[in-house]
């Protein structure tokens, strides 16, 4: 199976700042790649799917890029209810496999 | 508007199975895979497998096969998810999940777009 790496597992960030949250994949998986967004006790939320489409109703300040086997989520003016934990998920290659996951936390 | 509503927390025994429900609405369940993720908690997200409503068609990640049993009544819409065996490792919550498969651009792509709100099982003896 594909190994998906987060790293770092988090990071500390301002109202304001701007956060980018690197995926790595331990091979080539074209554009086949989504982000998810969880706050604690709720389920995960899509933000971006194939590296780069924002789902409909996502603010704007997230994008994704990306591809092969590296990938960004970029946060261009974290806000406060954007401190979170972000999870990559590949699904181009079975079984579909997570990262371990980034928290931003408030610094 | 689409919707995956789990059936409630469950407490096991070490050695039982616990069967997870997951009811949709707002959408035709038979067009859209089921898929189920696990959390530990303070863990990751694990993928544990997948059930298409149609055809009854499922696929296991490796770590469950022959632990896990997914299956559907697609007469009320509810997918289920059951889990033998149960050991202290597997007190968790469980996600249902849909996973779309959208080709509307001539390119396909999958996501898992609306998720349940999670059932916790507990495995304690």
């Known amino acids: 199976a594909i190994q998906m790496t987060q790293s770092p597992s988090s990071l500390s960030a301002s109202v304001g700042d701007r956060v980018t949250i690197p995926c790595r994949a331990s091979q080539g998986i074209r554009n086949g790649l989504g982000w998810y967004q969880q706050k604690p006790g709720k389920a995960p939320k899509l933000l971006i799917y194939a590296a780069s489409i924002l789902q409909g109703g996502v603010p704007s300040r997230f994008s994704g890029s990306g591809s092969g086997t590296d990938f960004t989520l970029t946060i261009s003016s974290l806000q406060p209810e954007d401190f979170a934990t972000y999870y990559c998920l590949q699904d181009y290659t079975y079984p579909p496999t997570f990262g371990g996951g980034t928290k931003v936390e408030i610094k | 508007q689409v919707q995956l509503v789990q059936s409630g927390a469950e407490v096991k025994k070490p050695g039982a199975s616990v069967k997870v429900s997951c009811k949709a609405s707002g959408y035709t369940f038979s067009n859209y895979d089921i898929n189920w993720v696990r959390q530990a908690t303070g863990q990751g997200l694990e993928w544990m497998g997948w059930m298409n409503p149609n055809s009854g068609n499922t696929g296991y990640a490796q770590k469950f096969q022959g632990r896990v049993t997914m299956t559907r009544n697609t007469s009320i819409s509810t997918a289920y998810m059951e889990l033998s065996s149960l050991r202290s490792e597997d007190t968790a919550v469980y996600y249902c999940?849909?996973?779309?498969?959208?080709?509307?651009?001539?390119?396909?792509?999958?996501?898992?777009?609306?998720w349940g709100q999670g059932t916790l099982v507990t495995v304690s003896s």
């Open positions: 999940a849909r996973r779309t498969l959208d080709c509307s651009t001539g390119t396909c792509y999958k996501y898992f777009d609306y």
